[in-house]
């Protein structure tokens, strides 16, 4: 089988195939972005450590000044979302920022530890510095 158009059915089918067993938080994963398929070469995959780590798309100095002008939690998580950065590139922009996120964290928590040490923690000590009302 050499046609291109013969070879990308027959991909297609064991593509569609594959999906079709994946449970639904996976599925759901692949819909929103936040997983990807991955071809792995014939040979299998490169060793641990061989990839480069993923570098966030935009400065970290810059997205942390951003999310400092923002000051809302709910706007800064859109703020995030909208870079459309990869899972791995949203804990590269953690790491980058001294954030501490696990490395196997999903996108959610990588994205609440973000806004919580950017924006949450300026809203805690605002919050204790105001004089009580009384």
């Known amino acids: 089988m ?9 991909v297609l089918l064991k593509v569609a195939e594959f999906i079709r067993k994946l449970p639904s938080d996976q599925l759901a994963d692949l819909a929103e972005g936040s997983a990807k398929l991955e071809l792995v070469p014939r040979g299998g995959r490169p060793a641990p450590g061989s990839r480069t780590p993923a570098k966030p798309a935009v400065p970290a100095q810059r997205v942390r000044a951003d ?8 706007a800064a998580r859109q703020y995030l979302l909208d870079l459309k950065l990869t899972v791995p590139q949203y804990r590269a922009l953690a790491k980058e920022l001294g954030i501490a996120v696990a490395s196997n964290a999903v996108k959610e928590t990588t994205l609440r530890a973000l806004v919580q040490w950017t924006v949450g923690r300026r809203g805690d000590s605002d919050a204790i510095g105001r004089p009580a009302h009384g």
Do not use: M, S, V, Y
């Open 67 to 74: 999310l400092a002008a923002i000051g809302d939690p709910g």
């Open 2 to 10: 050499t046609d291109p158009a013969d070879l990308t059915h027959a």
